[in-house]
């Protein structure tokens, strides 16, 4: 099996990991509520503020928000996401409080 090298780096360039390496390492080190305190969620959220989107509510309460049938906006971490028969993708979002079924 090829394996790609990824572009990740620990400090020099004898730290390059493999990507497989990469995300077992992720997985294994972070916990998934770490993603909602760091990093890319919060400039998402610091960018939104600018934008002058208040962030409310949670995807449990989904239907408190549609309008239509739709949600205005959702911001979310992805979890993971697999194509489907249609030709479409099966997105699965990262949820901190569990509330999500």
């Known amino acids: 099996m090829l394996r790609k090298k990824a ?10 990991l ?3 390496e990469y995300v077992k390492k ?13 990093g890319p969620w919060l400039m998402a ?3 939104l503020h600018g934008q002058g989107v ?10 408190k928000y549609c309008k239509n049938g739709k949600l205005e ?6 979890k993971s996401c697999t194509p489907n028969s249609l030709g479409d ?6 949820d901190p409080t569990s509330t999500v079924k």
């Not at 208040?54 to 239907?63: K, P």
């Open 73 to 78: 906006l959702v911001v979310g971490v992805v």
């Open 26 to 38: 992720v997985n294994e080190d972070v916990s998934e509520d770490n993603h909602f305190t760091q």
């Open 54 to 63: 208040i962030a409310s509510g949670c995807l449990g309460n989904v239907e």
């Open 7 to 16: 572009d990740v780096q620990a400090g020099d360039h004898e730290n390059i």
């Open 45 to 47: 959220t610091v960018y």
């Open 89 to 94: 993708m099966t997105v699965t979002l990262k």
């Open 18 to 20: 493999t990507t497989q």
